[in-house]
């Protein structure tokens, strides 16, 4: 079945513990990308990836990094989480090359809470 | 850049009902591609529909459709016959044709009622 997987669904951390979310997806797409979902804002997007080893910033980058060393995986590393990261999370993914018109293919989420 | 607006944070219709949510856009692009995507409560993200923007004739899937006016920079999502199972947040989408990125409105929690 052609999916994302997102790793862990819910995740209660404290501030400033280093923590990973996991995402990873199995239709050879190039392009991915992260979300953030808070109420009243919709989606924000924190960082995206138009191939291995090649990321840039979306529109909310501050605290976050990621990593795109294999095709199929594209992590995002909280390297010192803070309360004003506690939201839901989406990786999603797309064929790339500028063919989204197929949209894209979602996660199915991370809720952080950082206490 | 470009930007999505949803007016209408939240909304209810009655079972069997139609309802209408509402989504503009700002571009000086011509070319581009309109999505609407549905989050149930579980959280999972699903498209319902898109639209290219070169296509005059408004998408349809089943009991949803479009009404797509691109000089007024429109993009409403219609609701017919409403079942239980539609109650979600639903988020309008845009993206540019040749690119990659999409970029979300704010949302509008739908509920259907009884």
């Known amino acids: 079945e052609a999916q994302v997987t997102q790793n862990p669904r819910y995740l209660i951390t404290v501030t400033g513990k280093k923590l990973t979310v996991t995402c990873s997806q199995n239709m050879n797409h190039e392009y991915m990308s992260w979300y953030r979902q808070d109420p009243g804002l919709g989606l924000r997007q924190i960082y995206y990836?138009?191939?291995?080893?090649?990321?840039d910033k979306g529109d909310v980058p501050e605290g976050y990094k990621v990593s795109r060393k294999e095709k199929r995986n594209f992590p995002l590393i909280l390297e010192s989480p803070s309360p004003n990261q506690t939201s839901l999370y989406f990786c999603?993914?797309?064929?790339?090359?500028?063919?989204?018109?197929?949209?894209?293919?979602f996660g199915s989420g991370t809720r952080l809470t950082v206490v | 850049a470009q930007t999505v607006t949803q007016s209408q944070p939240e909304m209810s219709v009655q079972e069997a009902e139609t309802v209408t949510l509402s989504c503009t856009y700002d571009?000086?692009?011509?070319?581009?591609?309109l999505f609407w995507y549905k989050q149930p409560p579980s959280r999972q993200m699903i498209l319902v529909i898109r639209?290219?923007?070169?296509?005059?004739q408004n998408a349809t899937e089943n009991r949803f459709s479009v009404n797509f006016q691109k000089a007024a920079k429109s993009f409403s999502l219609k609701i017919s016959d409403s079942q239980l199972g539609d109650t979600a947040m639903y988020f309008c989408?845009?993206?540019?044709?040749?690119?990659?990125?999409?970029?979300f409105g704010t949302g509008t929690r739908l509920t259907v009622i009884p």
């Open positions: 999603a993914s797309s064929l790339g090359q500028g063919r989204v018109g197929a949209g894209y293919t």
């Open positions: 639209q290219e923007a070169y296509k005059q």
């Open positions: 989408a845009f993206s540019l044709t040749g690119a990659n990125n999409l970029f």
């Open positions: 571009t000086s692009e011509s070319n581009y591609y």
């Open positions: 990836s138009m191939n291995v080893e090649v990321t």
